[in-house]
């Protein structure tokens, strides 16, 4: 299995344009987190679904963010419009199990940079 | 430890050392904990779990000790390695459900020949 991918690896945009983040879990897997990193808050939760369906997406941090998973095998994290303050690392993991068991696998990233 | 703002405690060992990471967890209903290693440019890479009912566990040069009474969770490194360089994230899930695991800061390891 080639893993969590992720695309694109980088991002730079403009501020107020539209950015679209896309990832594809492992096969299998029924859990799907989204999660953003940067050097003052760490890694911070944003949304996670089981079987495609959105759980908990209280660590959303405004409207402008959105997430989707239309099927088993590809969500995305959509921000509109995008601010300077949304510059960030965002990974996507994927699990078998809910609620732990053997870790969550992550993807590579998405370095996002919002000018 | 745990970090504030930009700084990452660090810990600095030599190569062949064992290494001792710790975190602290807040929240007393955390059943499962989680060790990552983070290298310069790559996500987050499982290293080893444990639960709430085990006091410790092992891996290939790896254990982890996790101490209900203090709240707190340490990874032991034995025989460091030049690849082991690498930020170490503590993760918890809270409650035991269907929920997003909560990283700590992470801690930066550094190793020196």
């Known amino acids: 299995d080639a893993g969590v991918i992720q695309s694109p690896r980088h991002e730079v945009t403009e501020m107020g344009q539209e950015v679209t983040l896309r990832c594809k879990p492992i096969s299998g897997h029924n859990s799907l987190f989204w999660y953003r990193q940067t050097m003052m808050r760490g890694l911070e939760l944003l949304i996670y679904f089981n079987n495609n369906v959105p759980i908990d997406d209280s660590g959303m941090p405004e409207d402008r963010f959105s997430a989707k998973m239309p099927n088993a095998s590809f969500s995305t994290l959509k921000i509109q419009p995008s601010e300077p303050r949304d510059s960030a690392v965002y990974f996507c993991?994927?699990?078998?199990?809910?609620?732990?068991?053997?870790?969550?696998?992550f993807g590579s990233g998405t370095r996002l940079t919002v000018v | 430890g745990e970090s504030v703002g930009l700084h990452l405690p660090t810990l600095s060992v030599q190569e062949g050392d064992n290494s001792i990471i710790n975190c602290a967890y807040s929240?007393?209903?955390?059943?499962?904990f989680i060790w990552y290693k983070q290298e310069s440019g790559k996500g987050p890479q499982f290293i080893i779990d444990i639960r709430s009912n085990m006091d410790k566990r092992q891996g290939q040069r790896v254990t982890v000790l996790l101490n209900k009474t203090v709240k707190h969770l340490s990874l032991q490194i034995a025989a460091t390695q030049p690849g082991d360089s690498a930020v170490y994230f503590c993760?918890?899930?809270?409650?035991?459900?269907?929920?997003?695991?909560?990283f700590g800061k992470g801690t930066h390891l550094i190793i020196q020949p």
């Open positions: 993760a918890e899930n809270r409650g035991g459900g269907a929920d997003g695991l909560t």
């Open positions: 929240n007393s209903a955390s059943d499962y």
């Open positions: 993991a994927s699990s078998l199990l809910t609620g732990g068991g053997g870790g969550y696998t």
